[in-house]
């Protein structure tokens, strides 16, 4: 079974090496979720799901910036950032395809994926609804003066609950050690933005609150990892919490099958050219053909064998759903 | 022996627990300096001050958000709901997140959260600030449901609360906070899922929660001047219930009614119908009554509030039903 390997955070600026392992990552999350594609057209995987192609460096330059001791909330849209904070992809395609080897013993599925272990406390199917609870977190780190900062990730969607105004003011009231980063890809599920937000700059409703805000393109890594280092320090340090205002891009539909009636083909086309964030990386690190090609199938092996451990875990026992309900 | 208030009881269980435990604190709207809508938490900013007894914004989503995010990082949080009526506001946080996280984290997480709310009609709240809600909770796996009715109960289900591993839903009534009872000088925690006969009859059953547990008592001693001897039962937590307590009691008594302040309908009576039928349906004399509120939202003006509530009368009325059919 292959490893991924995962280095300590890196201090200052990124090197070369560090950004050539932020690729090989961003590829695996894409290999992954492409997979989970394929698998679930197959009929393979129960339910329904969500990726987040084109979103890739969000996940990866956040979760490279944070200690190991630091936790995320994910949406959704939740399989990239659970590879990012460390998760195994073994541990995720299980968990997709139901079995107990799943990150969540087959209780939860694409939007409950949970790993304690690496500071992952959950996906979220209710937009919005990790919101509080990332607030909550940072508020028992503060009690506890531990030097650890709660993340959580949403949508431009979520913006418009009552739960993220709520959750961002109690954190700034506070000062809570958190860091509200938001996902901005123009879309809650299939309405655009013009009709779901009267503004287009959301980090003007963080600092409504009197939050500092950070403006990073999510579609380069290298200043998602600084913004995010920066934020971390201003959480960490007593200042409150940060709200990285992120732009990024969802190359696909809102779920897997989605037809996206709602954009025009040539758009989908035109963002996979500009706005891809791995052939941005590729071409900044001016990967040879065979570098790449490298890499390509370093990471399609590990997604590869995910897919075979997932395949031969074992089913849980149907009277098992009763197992969990109380502590 | 000493004497409390039931208020006096909730400060007491809360004040025990945070000096012996730094991973408690509670927050709530107006719970610091004005000590709580209710006067609950008076005097408790003076001893822990202001990091452990949280004022925060009329916010309630956030709140209890903010309480699970804290439990679940294994503190113990007590989040005051000021009014029930407003628990309707963090639903979201309370159905959705709390009372799955365990479940769907595998067993990975824990939620050890107390949400404490009170309410009730009889000082012409309106319909806002009077509901009872307490059925809503009950039928939601992962949650516990505790409704105590005298100081002793109060003080033991809240220590019991806040070291429960799981979310619960602690319901207060208005009307309850004056009253006083005898306590244990050392604080005895009472395990969920143990209900307390707190009359012994031989005739019918009054199974009551909450205010309709004093007013079963009145009942029964009026019954008894007319001959019947009624036995009241409070069952204190709703979820886990506990269901050979009340089935002891009909198999011996023969007869069943079920008391709330809630309306009738869709309420706590209903699923103790169904559990008394289910488990004593030959030993049964009489169909079981069910005594709760009009179904309508709470009016206003003292006469309609007071007839639209139950009260002692219509628990002896229904116990007197009960007797016809024999």
Not at chain 2, 246 to 274: M, N, P, Q, Y
Request: hydrophobic letters at 40%; one cysteine or more.
């Amino acid at each position: 079974m292959a490893k991924v390997e995962r280095k300590p955070r890196a201090e200052g600026g990124l090197s070369e090496d560090e950004l050539r392992d932020l690729f090989r990552e961003m590829l695996l999350i894409r290999r992954f979720e492409e997979k989970v594609e394929e698998r679930f057209r197959a009929g393979e995987l129960p339910g329904f799901l969500h990726v987040a192609i084109g979103q890739e460096a969000v996940a990866t330059g956040v979760c490279a910036a944070l200690e190991r001791d630091d936790t995320i909330m994910s949406t959704h849209r939740a399989h990239g950032h659970a590879l990012a904070k460390g998760t195994h992809p073994n541990a995720i395609m299980a968990e997709l395809y139901g079995k107990l080897e799943g990150c969540s013993h087959g209780y939860g599925g694409s939007m409950h994926l949970y790993d304690l272990e690496h500071g992952m406390l959950g996906a979220n199917a209710v937009v919005g609804g990790g919101l509080p609870q990332v607030t909550g977190t940072a508020l028992a780190y503060r009690f506890r003066k531990q030097e650890r900062v709660a993340v959580a990730f949403f949508g431009d969607g979520a913006t418009n609950t009552g739960t993220f105004h709520e959750s961002l003011n109690l954190a700034q009231l506070w000062k809570v050690p958190a860091l509200f980063v938001l996902e901005m890809n123009g879309w809650a599920e299939s309405t655009p933005l013009r009709q779901h937000a009267p503004i287009e700059d959301f980090s003007r409703r963080a600092v409504a609150f009197g939050m500092r805000s950070i403006d990073v393109d999510g579609q380069n890594v290298e200043a998602v990892y600084e913004a995010t280092r920066e934020a971390r320090e201003h959480a960490v340090g007593g200042e409150g919490p940060v709200f990285l205002n992120v732009r990024t891009y969802r190359l696909v539909g809102h779920y897997i099958g989605d037809p996206q009636v709602y954009r025009e083909k040539s758009e989908i086309e035109e963002l996979r050219e500009t706005k891809d964030p791995i052939e941005l990386l590729r071409a900044r690190l001016e990967l040879s053909e065979e570098d790449f090609e490298q890499l390509d199938t370093e990471v399609t092996t590990i997604v590869d064998e995910s897919v075979e451990f997932a395949k031969a875990g074992t089913d849980p026992k149907p009277e098992d759903a009763l197992k969990y309900v109380y502590a | 022996m000493a004497e409390l208030t039931y208020r006096e009881a909730v400060r007491d269980a809360l004040s025990r627990a945070m000096r012996a435990d730094e991973d408690v604190f509670i927050m709530g709207e107006d719970i610091a300096e004005m000590g709580g809508s209710m006067g609950v938490t008076q005097g408790m900013l003076d001893e822990f001050g202001p990091e452990r007894v949280r004022n925060t914004p009329i916010s309630e989503i956030a709140i209890v958000g903010t309480g699970i995010g804290a439990a679940m990082q294994g503190m113990r949080p007590v989040v005051e709901i000021m009014y029930q009526d407003f628990l309707t506001l963090s639903m979201e946080q309370l159905v959705n997140q709390a009372a799955k996280h365990r479940t769907m984290s595998g067993g990975q997480l824990k939620v050890p959260l107390t949400i404490r709310t009170q309410g009730g009609a009889g000082w012409s709240p309106g319909a806002q600030h009077a509901q009872q809600l307490e059925a809503w909770f009950v039928h939601v796996p992962g949650l516990k449901v505790a409704y105590p009715s005298t100081p002793e109960d109060v003080r033991g289900l809240l220590w019991s609360s806040i070291y429960d591993d799981n979310p619960v839903i602690f319901f207060e009534h208005r009307l309850l906070y004056p009253l006083k009872g005898e306590v244990p000088d050392e604080l005895q925690p009472i395990p969920f899922g143990q209900a307390r006969v707190m009359r012994e009859g031989s005739d019918v059953t009054v199974i009551a929660i909450g205010r309709m547990v004093p007013e079963a008592l009145q009942a029964a001693e009026q019954a008894k001047e007319e001959g019947i001897s009624v036995e009241v039962i409070d069952p204190r937590t709703l979820l886990p219930l506990d269901e050979q307590t009340i089935l002891d009691s009909v198999r011996k008594t023969t007869r069943c009614v079920t008391a709330h302040e809630a309306v009738t309908r869709g309420g706590f009576g209903a699923e103790l119908a169904a559990v008394v039928q289910a488990g004593a349906f030959d030993y049964l004399d009489a169909p079981i009554e069910r005594v709760g509120a009009k179904f309508a939202p709470l009016a206003f003006a003292p006469a309609m509030e007071q007839w639209a509530v139950p009260h002692a009368a219509d628990v002896l009325e229904a116990v007197k039903r009960t007797m016809a059919r024999a």
